[in-house]
């Protein structure tokens, strides 16, 4: 049986990952330290070590940088979500003149960055 778990603002699926699985690794997967996601998941540290090498060892990786990519590539958790949020990051921070709108109006013209990126966040929490 396979559903979708959304945690820390990202959405997985649980067809090979067990939910606490998910969970950790979503968190993981958010930048979350081993302290941070016990917090968020109300466990103790130890617990999110262990669901984590549970994890490697489902996926067959040895550290967390290759348990994101490897979650990704199997399509356990979806890139649609952290694109969302790589997109929102980069608008705000850019400075390209691609994300930059010109308006001009009396006697000072203004520049503001586009943020496609909350149209996308109300359609994912709908």
């Known amino acids: 049986m396979s559903g ?8 997985g699926s ?9 969970r950790a690794a979503l968190a993981i997967c958010s930048g979350m330290s081993g302290k941070e996601a016990a917090r968020a ?12 090498e549970r994890i490697f060892f489902k996926l067959g990786v040895c550290n967390r940088a290759s348990m994101v990519a490897e979650a990704f590539k199997r399509g356990i958790i979806s890139p649609a979500a952290v694109l969302a949020i790589l997109l929102a990051a980069h608008s705000v921070i850019a400075s390209e003149p691609m994300t930059k709108v010109r308006r001009s109006g009396g006697s000072e013209s203004k520049i503001e960055s586009r943020i496609a990126a909350r149209r996308v966040e109300a359609s994912l929490a709908a």
């Open 4 to 11: 979708f778990i959304k945690f820390a603002g990202l959405q």
């Open 14 to 22: 649980t067809g090979l990952l067990a939910e606490q699985e998910m």
């Open 41 to 52: 998941m109300n466990c103790a540290p130890g617990t999110v070590k262990k669901t984590v």
